[in-house]
């Protein structure tokens, strides 16, 4: 049985509809560079750590997929716990980065401005090609930030587990669950 936390509403992705989706990205993935010399994961920290790393052991066993590099880079928001700030970067990542295929993995895009910060910075660097990739998009009309491979769409709540926290709770869930109101609202 799962235990649900009291600060969570309910399960929104479960554990296993993340390993099956997983799992079709790595393939997706696999197909599209197919015949690169290799691929350069660039996981945003902290969120990410978790989609990344059962991402590239997907990606790993799948025939005809790039070898591929793992990297990190963190990011801080200015902003409070669940509104989106200003970004920060605290960790470059440790190599340069031109003239290789980079995709971007991110847990969550909310307003896209980490995103959109992101590619502009990476892009700059002069990468092969650049792409992005993202486990859950949250449903906002009139934002357009493109996202290249995409997990789910959810509802605009706030959402833990599977990397995402809140305030650095309930990042390590297994599954993505919903935040009760109460619990986020409280602390504005
Ligand atoms: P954006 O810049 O508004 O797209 O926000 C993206 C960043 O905000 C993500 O990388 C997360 O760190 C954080 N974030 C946005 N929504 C959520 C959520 O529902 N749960 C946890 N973190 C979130
Ligand atoms: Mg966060």
């Given amino acids: 049985m799962t235990y649900v936390h009291p600060d969570l509403a309910r399960v929104l992705i479960s554990a296993e509809a993340i390993k099956s989706r997983v799992a079709e ?88 401005q980490t995103l959109n910060y992101l590619i502009h910075s990476l892009q700059g660097r002069g990468p092969a090609s650049l792409r992005s990739c993202a486990l859950v998009r949250k449903e906002r009309p009139g934002l357009t930030t493109t996202v290249d491979y995409l997990g789910f769409t959810i509802p605009d709540v706030w959402v833990v587990g599977y990397g995402l926290d809140y305030a650095d709770t309930h990042r390590t869930l297994p599954f993505i669950a919903e935040l009760r109101r109460e619990v986020y609202d409280r602390s504005g």
């Fill in 25 to 112: 990205i790595a393939q997706e993935i696999g197909r599209d560079y197919a015949g690169v010399e290799r691929l350069y994961l660039v996981g945003i920290l902290k969120g990410a750590f978790i989609f990344l790393s059962d991402l590239a052991r997907e990606l790993s066993q799948i025939e005809g997929a790039p070898p591929h590099i793992v990297d990190f880079m963190a990011l801080s928001s200015y902003g409070r716990t669940t509104l989106s700030g200003e970004v920060r970067l605290v960790m470059d990542l440790r190599d340069p980065i031109v003239g290789q295929h980079v995709l971007l993995v991110e847990d969550i895009v909310d307003s896209g």
